[in-house]
Each structure stands twice: as C-alpha cells, then as structure tokens.
C-alpha cells in the first residue's frame, strides 16, 4: 500500500517549457488535490477533483491544467511555465470531502522555473 | 476575506509542553485540522476538531473555541523529533480547506 505518490520528485525547466506532474494513489480515494507550497504562505489549493473525470478550480488555478481521466491518477500541466511557478506541489487525496475526512499527501514535486 | 494566523517559530526544551495558537476567519467553519510537517516532507494529520473543546490524542491534544476563532495544539513531554512545522487549517463552507503558513517548532536538549 503506497499511499498517494508523485512523480518526479525534483525537476528544473526553463521559462516556456511545458511539463506534467504525475500523482497516483492506491486507496479509491474519490476526492483528490493539487497544492502548491512557498515559503512563509500557507498551501494554496490549485485544482482539485470530486471523482473521475471531473475537476474543479482552486484558490490559484491560472497557468495550470488538469485531468482525472482514471480514479487512482491526477495529473497537473504546466503549458507555458514561468519562474513564478517556481514552488513545492503537493498531491493529496481523502475518501469524503467534508467532516473527518483528512487529506492524504504525496511526497511532494520540488520544480524550479529559470 | 479568510484567513489564518499562527506564530512563525516557536522554541521550547526537551521534555517540556508547549501550545501553538491559531486564530481564523473563514466564510463558513466545517472543522479545523492540524497537521505535521517535517522539513523537506509532506504534512502528515494529527488532528480535527469540529465541536467546542478539547480532543487528546497520546502526547498531542487539540482544543477549538467556535465562538473566538480560535483553535491550539498541546504538546506534552516533548521529544526531538517533534522538531516540525505544525500548520493550522480550516475548512470553509464549500469544503475547502484555508491554510496557515505553519508554525517552525525548535526543540532544544
């Protein structure tokens, strides 16, 4: 049981460059994340998913795209990145939306736009 | 508009308590959860509250006061991997959860 996992774990672009984060998890969760994480902010919500084939917009979505075309996958594009993206992403998942239901997390994508 | 406020650090000795505070505005409250974050990791759940109180779980206890916005983490007899950043977040009205920028605690011998 692996939990949620992401891929990669580190990575460089340069500005322009296009590049897609691979988040995975193996608990049927139906509820799954994407945060973005900089230094003295709180996570900040990108996009997320009530269940497969649907998503939804966050607090930060400009620059970023998504789908969920499995259950278990949730995957993020960045079409034109900028060194502004530069951050931490995190995948999460959780099996209800409301009440307790805590977020499961990925290891994290640590990316760096030049 | 929401918001979340903690300490940015905090120090506190070996085998000592120490109580992280966190204040919130949020459209809507649907609970307040804490959680773990070691340095270079992903935050890990400690804990939910949801109704006025105090909740204790082993060496942390959670406590959440709806009327003041307010919300603490208690950690007893601490240990050095306690060293982390304990981040705050609530959960508004549409579900979504507002985050604190999370509070470094320093554990000293």
């Known amino acids: 049981n692996a939990g949620v996992t992401q891929t990669p774990k580190f990575r460089v672009l340069k500005t322009g460059q296009s590049m897609t984060l691979l988040c995975a998890q193996d608990?049927?969760?139906?509820?799954m994340y994407w945060y973005r994480q900089d230094p003295g902010m709180g996570l900040r919500l990108i996009h997320y998913s009530v269940g497969e084939g649907t998503t939804a917009k966050g607090e930060v979505p400009d620059g970023y795209n998504v789908s969920r075309l499995k259950k278990q996958n949730f995957l993020l594009g960045l079409e034109s990145a900028a060194p502004s993206q530069t951050s931490v992403y995190f995948c999460?998942?959780?099996?209800?939306?409301?009440?307790?239901?805590?977020?499961?997390f990925g290891p994290g994508t640590r990316l760096t736009v030049l | 508009g929401q918001n979340i406020d903690q300490p940015t650090e905090m120090t506190a000795t070996e085998g000592a308590i120490v109580q992280i505070n966190c204040t919130y505005q949020?459209?809507?409250?649907?609970?307040l959860f804490w959680y773990q974050q070691h340095a270079g990791e992903a935050p890990t759940f400690l804990s939910y509250n949801v109704l006025d109180g105090l909740e204790e779980k082993g060496r942390f206890s959670s406590f959440l006061s709806r009327s003041k916005g307010y919300s603490y983490l208690l950690l007893k007899e601490l240990q050095m991997k306690d060293s982390a950043s304990y981040l705050c977040?609530?959960?508004?009205?549409?579900?979504?959860?507002?985050w604190g920028a999370g509070t470094k605690l320093i554990i000293k011998p």
């Open positions: 977040a609530a959960m508004d009205s549409n579900y979504q959860l507002i």
């Open positions: 949020t459209s809507g409250f649907n609970g």
């Open positions: 999460a998942s959780s099996e209800g939306l409301a009440g307790y239901n805590e977020q499961f």
């Open positions: 608990m049927n969760h139906e509820y």
